[in-house]
């Protein structure tokens, strides 16, 4: 079977906090509600826009969070427009993904992005057709739930136990756990090292160089 390398995009792949955080913002603002400030919003980075607004306003009604979420796409939509959406490569993710197809390794993505947001990021940085799955919110329940794991094994032609979730947040380390992967943490992103090991990972990297020895490490024994 493949080995397979699952990644989630924002925080692991690439740093987009600051767009994320003013189309937020202007989504809040937009429906009367306080900005909280970025530590508490990148919290919830990674998880489906209807998650992430409920996460965010849990006594708000849904369709509230809904209104929230058409808002927040609205938003980056007009960011990306006028030039203002930049989502750079986080310093060794191309050497990692370099590394890993030179080591037989398929790539996928699992994110919270949608379809066209993901393409555009990934476009931007060629790295679009490096990828033998990409899986998407527009597809799939929010994180933590395995749905996209469980597509991306079947896309890449492996298992659960050659497959391998490396994401920043708590949520891909859950997601990994459901659908019986192993989960890396990427210690570069949003979520604490600490919170990345009790939601499953079995080792968090400091940096995307150091992602490359710990999946050897797994494989190899």
Known sequence: ????????CDGTLVDSGGPIYSALKASLEQNGFAVPPS???????????????A???PAAPPDQHAQLAEDYRQAFIAL??????DEPLFDG??????????????LAVATGKSDRGLRHC???????ARFVSLQTADRHPSKPHRS????????????????????????DMAMAVNGGATGIGAGWGYHE?????????????????DVLALLRERVDG
Do not use: C, Y
């Not at 090292?193 to 160089?209: D, K, M, N, S, T």
């Open 1 to 8: 079977m493949n080995k397979l390398a699952i990644f989630d």
């Open 39 to 53: 530590n508490l919003t990148r919290r919830v980075i990674g998880l489906s826009l209807m998650e992430a607004m």
């Open 55 to 57: 996460a965010l306003l």
């Open 80 to 85: 990306r427009a006028s030039g203002d959406v």
């Open 93 to 106: 993710i191309l050497e990692l993904l370099d590394a890993l197809e030179g080591e037989g390794w398929m």
């Open 122 to 128: 990934l476009e931007t940085h060629g790295l679009h």
């Open 148 to 171: 996209m794991v469980d597509q991306a094994i079947a896309d890449g032609g492996a298992t659960p136990d050659t497959t391998f979730v490396i994401g920043d947040t708590s949520f």
């Open 193 to 209: 090292a600490e919170e990345l090991i009790e939601a499953g990972a079995v080792a968090v990297a400091e940096r995307p160089a």
